[in-house]
């Protein structure tokens, strides 16, 4: 297997099932990773931040189906040269298992994401819950570090994902395949949801071995 598909994977296998340093991924973890219910009935998505772990990979996304008993959870990771590897999860209550008649290796896929048009933007390489999303911070200003392409002759931007070639990309507007490349500058990065429920544990964590410890002294060893 490639090293950089390999590290990825081990880091999503981290992530779902924890370590020492810190818990996995419940299901409700994830509810609030992808915006469930506030985002609809799904499949809902989340693309993991950018890490070393995942350097070896362009991107590495969740994608949860909340209405499905059989299968809750597949985990994309999408290498160097674009193809896409999926596992599929359940949670039986306690922690994810392989549901019966899925594969729990690596496999890859032929699904391409194509290009979506939401308001005068474009989104190219996104899930279509995820441009939609990231169509709505555009639009309040919080997208800040999105990469896009801006056409100097019609004014059209292309956001696109790190799966994306950028140079063979043309205008989807009027043709041109000269862009620019841009960063979207907003006021302030959003806080990372994963990082804010790893937060979220850890206090609680330490919260609990405060409370064991104030019990100890009360009742005795």
């Known amino acids: 297997m490639d090293p950089g598909l390999e590290a990825a994977f081990r880091y999503v296998e981290r992530l779902l099932f924890g370590d020492m340093e810190r818990p996995g991924l419940t299901i409700y973890d994830l509810e609030r990773l992808v915006g469930y219910p506030a985002r609809g009935e799904g499949p809902l998505s989340y693309t993991l931040p950018r890490s070393k772990s995942l350097s070896g990979v362009q991107a590495v996304r969740l994608f949860y189906y909340p209405k499905d008993p059989n299968l809750q959870l597949i985990v994309e990771i999408e290498d160097l040269e674009g193809k896409k590897h999926l596992r599929h ?4 209550g306690f922690t994810w298992e392989v549901p019966e ?8 896929t032929e699904e391409t994401l194509g290009l979506v048009q939401l308001g005068e933007d474009y989104f ?6 995820e441009a939609r999303e990231l169509a709505e ?3 309040k200003g919080e997208a800040l570090g999105a990469k896009y392409l801006l056409c100097p002759r019609c004014g059209a931007r292309v956001f696109y994902a790190p799966s994306v070639r950028p140079a063979e990309v043309s205008c989807p507007r009027c043709g ?4 620019l490349f841009k960063t979207f ?3 302030e990065a959003p806080k990372d949801p994963l990082e804010a429920l790893a937060e ?6 330490r919260t609990l071995e405060e409370l064991l410890s104030y019990l100890k002294r009360k009742l005795g060893p």
């Not at 999860?89 to 039986?92: E, I, L, P, S, Y």
């Not at 190219?124 to 819950?129: D, Y």
């Not at 979220?200 to 964590?205: K, P």
């Open 137 to 139: 911070a555009v639009r």
């Open 185 to 187: 500058a907003g006021s």
């Open 124 to 129: 190219l390489g996104f899930p279509r819950e």
């Open 89 to 92: 999860f359940r949670w039986n």
């Open 176 to 179: 041109n395949a000269t862009l």
């Open 101 to 108: 008649g899925k594969r729990g290796d690596l496999k890859v």
């Open 200 to 205: 979220e544990q850890r206090a609680l964590r």
